[in-house]
Every structure is written in C-alpha cells, then in structure tokens.
C-alpha cells in the first residue's frame, strides 16, 4: 500500500489526469449552487434538469456533435422553460405528476436517440451512470468556461440571492426583483447539472449535488462557512471516488454515490449526538 | 392492421402491455390523488437495484424486482405515518440506492457470461417485445390479481384518500390500508417495468392518472378513464412501435402518455377560445 506511488501512477496517464481536471471543476461549481439549491429546497428542479440533459448529450452524440454542447444546451433551455413557468396553480400532487411526466418522458427521448445511433448502446451506461474515461482536454476547457462564468455571477449576485431565498416576500418590498434572482439561479443551476452529469452521469447527480450541501447545513447554519464545507467534501468526494474507481473494478457512480451519502450519513450522526449533549448540558 | 396480431412476439406484447398498463392506470389515479407520486420515482430506483441484484444473484430477474419494490412500498407506507421525509433524505438515499444498482451490474459483467449489456438496458428502458409467452401469461395474471385486489379496496381507499379524519372516525381501517396501497403501487411498478423499464415506469403511473385528473372530478369515472387512458398509451405506443420499428416500444409508449396529459392539460384553454360554454363543467 503506496500512496505516493498509487498516486503518481494515476498521474500518469492523461485520461485520468483530464478526468481529475474535470471532476474538481465540477465539483466546486456543484458544491457551492448545490448549497443554494438545497437552502432554496429547488432539488427536485436540479434533478429534473439533470434528466433533461441525457436526451441532449445522447442526441448529440447521434448527430456527431460533442456530448458536452447537448447537456449544456438542454439543460439551460430546460431552466429558461422552468423558470417562465408562471406561478404555479393547482395542487402539489398533480404538480408533481406534471415534473414525473416531463422525467420519464425526457428519460424515453434519450433512449431513443441511443437506439438510433446503432452500436452505441454501451455508452448508455456512462451517460446514465457516469465515466472516468474519455475526458477530452475540449471538454476540460468548456468545463472550466461555463464553471467559472457560473461561479462569478453567483458571488455577483450571492447577497440578493441569499436575501430572496431566505425571505422573498421581505426581499421584494426591499425592491430586490425576485423574479429575475430566481430565473437566473435556475440558469445557473442549468449549467451546474450540466457539468455534474458529465462526471456523475444524469442519474447520480445528487451525489454531488445535494448530498454535500445537506452534509454542510447539518454541520453549519452559516452560509459562507457552509458553502465552504459543501465544496471541500464534494471535491474530496469526486477526486477520492475518480481514484478508487481506477483502482477497483466498480464504476465510478458507484463510488461517488457510497461516499457522498457516507459523508451525509456521519454528519447527521454528529447533528444528532452534538445535539444530545447539548440538551444534557443545558 | 390484422396482420401485425399473426406475429407471436406481438401477442405475447399485447396480452402482457394490456394487463400491465391497466393495472398502473388504475394505481396510478390513487397515487396522483393520494400526492404520492413520490413514491413511484423511489420505487423505480430500488426496481432497477432489485432487479440487478438479482441478476447479480443468479436469479429471476422478476424475484428481486417483486422482493425489492414490495418491500420498499410497504416500508414507505409503514414510516408514511409519521412525516414525510424531506427530499434532500429521499434524493440523497436514492441516489445511493441507484449506485447500488451499478454496483450490481458491475458485479453481474464481471461473473456473468452472456448478454449482459442487453439485460442492463432491458431493466432500464424495458423489453416488452421480447416478452416470452410464459412470461407474458404470468405478468397479466399477475396484473390481473393485483387488479382484483385493488377494486375490492377501491371504496374505502377512495374514503381514506379524500377525507382520512373522517374515514377514520367511519370505522375505516386507514392504517392498515396505506401499507397495503403502497405494497401494491411497488407490485405495479414491479409489473410496469417489465413493460417500459424501471426508467420510465413513473411516468405509466402518473401521466394517465393526471389527464384523468384534468378531465373529470369525479371519482369513479376519472378512475375508470385513467386505466382507459393507460390502455390506449399502451395500444396505440405498441403499434407506433410495430410500424416504425425505429421507435424502441417504451419510448412510443411514454410519448402517447405523456401527450393525452398535454392534451388534457392544455384543454380548457382550446375550449376558451370558442366562445364562452354554456356550463364550464371539464
């Protein structure tokens, strides 16, 4: 047991060192919308987009294009539809019904774009489930491109954000304009399911998504400290579940879903006991 | 038209797409009234685990397909009674539980032999075309047992359903029914996988049940119309499939469904622009 060497091993092969590149790229932009998405309980919202983006990057693949431009286009197109939704009417149920609708039958339109591009049902898998292999240096830098521009509009408006998703009703007497802090946030959110489903895979986007955020908020009531926390354990999550993936035989969604809902798991049972001995004190 | 019915792999379609699609129609609609849609998306994660894991297992698919989403439903409506459960809880275990299932498939590719991408992607997005007789016999009976079951509950389900205080303080037996519901809805969803995988099995529960909603207020008619509903995706998706062999029979299947709901939710606004109806009854 070498770490330094296991390491050094990974290094050394470009594929791997692209597939690390993209996933902490990932990673930081998942953690610190994650953390908004899950204060402004939209997770649902962030897995639909996910599924949305399956049937872009298999119809992308289809026509011959880069995988990358599907998930990206479908994803922000499916936000700016979510967001222009007006507000919603009718009961939460038949909602819920009208979202599950939408999933299967984007999950459908995907597999039939696969079904069309004969030969390809292999690659299946690592759009549902997720990949460590074939991560181009293009993709890399469209990852790096979108992940920044979205992590510099977030801290632009990260106040007026904050202040809407805590207490809209109070924001927008303030004069914030809500509507607008909402649709861009999906926006945002869009491009960070987007870049998750490249490492994840469009069904496990959660792991990185949401399972650090919720491991942030039982650990931490404060947003910066939180936000903090989010990223470092989805980043930490990727890289750690990129390597074992190498090492094991078991895919990489395997790994990253176990660990991520390992952290969330250990920092509910530290909420619960730190709870406990407070009361005790108290 | 007639010509299709000489082939036995499409009777074997019909006998076992009629008897499923029946049977989630009419879950469905209690599901979309009861608000537990949220439940068919957990089932069809622990389906897909299920199912590979026994494959992974060695044995019957169908066993821990029923074993998986029996127990799960039935679990569900057992904890259903104190809060549900937030969806950070739901979307982080599911997600894990949806890593398990790789997990399982990884296991499977590795000691089994023949066939196994094709049972990955069968269990996802389903197979109903290459339905065997024998198993095409089982699921209708199946279906049709289930079917049995549920109209004898149907009364006091409905009771329980719309006014639970009251249908308790009747005598109804509310605690008992919830548990049995959901163990049925993880039965259906077990049958309904079969037909258009574990993937796309939300969406045969919810899109009939809510365009049956739209329609109709009334109870007994709008259940009535929801399994019609699903009936005619199932029909109608088969023989779009059967003439465009392109068009893998879950994705046709999915597309009827989830357009009777766009249909039935856009309808009162096609009525709007004739002139005004005498009476507005939908």
Redesign the interface.
């Known amino acids: 047991m070498n770490l330094v060497e296991d390491v050094r091993l990974l290094l050394s092969y470009p594929f791997m060192v692209n597939a690390l590149r993209a996933g902490t790229i990932v990673a930081v932009v998942a953690g610190a919308i994650g953390y908004f998405m ?1 204060l402004r ?1 939209e ?2 919202a962030g ?1 639909t987009l996910a599924v949305i983006g399956f049937p872009g990057a298999a119809g992308a693949t289809w026509l011959g294009i880069n995988a990358a431009f599907g998930y990206f286009g479908f994803c922000i197109a499916g936000a700016l539809v979510i967001a222009a939704i007006p507000a919603r009417h009718g ?4 909602e ?3 979202i ?6 984007a ?3 995907g ?2 774009f696969v ?2 591009y004969k030969g390809f ?2 690659g ?2 690592s759009l ?2 997720g990949t460590i292999i074939g991560v181009t240096d293009d993709q890399v830098v469209v990852l790096a491109v979108a992940g920044g521009a979205c992590l510099l509009v977030l801290v632009a408006m990260a106040r007026p954000l904050l202040f809407v998703s805590i207490d809209p009703a109070v924001a927008a007497a303030r004069g914030v304009p809500v509507r607008l802090v909402n649709g861009a946030f999906l926006i945002l959110l869009g491009v960070a399911a987007a870049g998750t489903s490249q490492v994840t895979g469009s ?5 990185l998504l ?2 650090p955020a ?1 491991t942030a908020t039982r650990l931490t009531a404060s947003p910066a400290v939180g936000v903090l926390i989010s990223v470092a354990v989805a980043v930490l999550v990727t890289l750690i579940g990129e390597a074992i993936a190498y090492f094991s ?3 990489i ?6 660990l ?2 390992g952290c ?1 798991l250990l920092a509910t049972g530290y909420r619960a006991i730190a709870d406990r001995t407070r009361v005790r004190t108290a | 038209m007639i010509a299709m019915f000489s082939h036995p792999f499409i009777q074997h379609a019909f006998l076992a797409g009629t008897a499923i699609a029946l049977l989630s129609g009419l879950v469905g609609y209690f599901v979309v009234l009861r608000g537990q849609v949220f439940a068919g998306d957990a089932l069809s994660h622990v389906a897909y685990a299920g199912a590979l894991a026994a494959l992974a297992a060695g044995v019957d698919l169908r066993l821990g397909l029923f074993a998986a989403t029996i127990a799960v439903g039935v679990a569900l409506g057992l904890l259903g009674g104190r809060g549900v459960a937030d969806d950070v809880v739901i979307g982080t275990v599911f997600a894990w539980v949806l890593g398990l299932g790789v997990f399982f498939l990884a296991l499977y590719t590795a000691h089994g032999s023949t066939g196994n991408g094709a049972a990955n992607v069968n269990v996802l997005f389903g197979s109903i075309f290459g339905i065997s007789f024998g198993a095409a016999v089982v699921a209708a009976l199946i279906a049709a047992g289930l079917i049995a079951v549920l109209l004898m509950i149907a009364r006091p389900l409905l009771f329980a359903s719309i006014d639970p205080v009251v249908a308790a303080a009747r005598g109804v037996p509310v605690r008992l029914l919830g548990p049995l519901f959901l163990g049925i809805v993880g039965a259906s969803a077990a049958e309904a996988s079969q037909a258009v995988g574990a993937l796309l099995l939300f969406g045969l529960l919810a899109a009939p049940a809510a365009a049956a909603q739209r329609l109709t207020d009334r109870p007994w008619p709008a259940l009535a119309l929801s399994g019609g509903l699903a009936v005619g995706a199932m029909w109608l998706g088969l023989w779009v499939s059967y003439v465009v062999p392109q068009l893998p029979p879950s994705f046709a299947i999915m597309s009827v469904a989830a357009a009777e709901y766009a249909l039935a939710a856009i309808r009162p606004r096609l009525l709007a622009t004739h002139a005004h109806r005498v009476d507005d009854t939908p």
Request: proline content about 4%; cysteine-free.
């Open positions: 899950v309980r997770s649902f897995h009961g939460h149920s038949e819920s019904a009208a599950g609708t939408v999933q299967a039958m999950l459908a339109a597999f039939l079904s069309l049902l292999s299946l898998n549902l489930f069904l496990l986007v959660f792991a949401v399972a919720a035989p078991y895919p969604g395997f790994w990253v879903t176990s991520a809902f969330y």
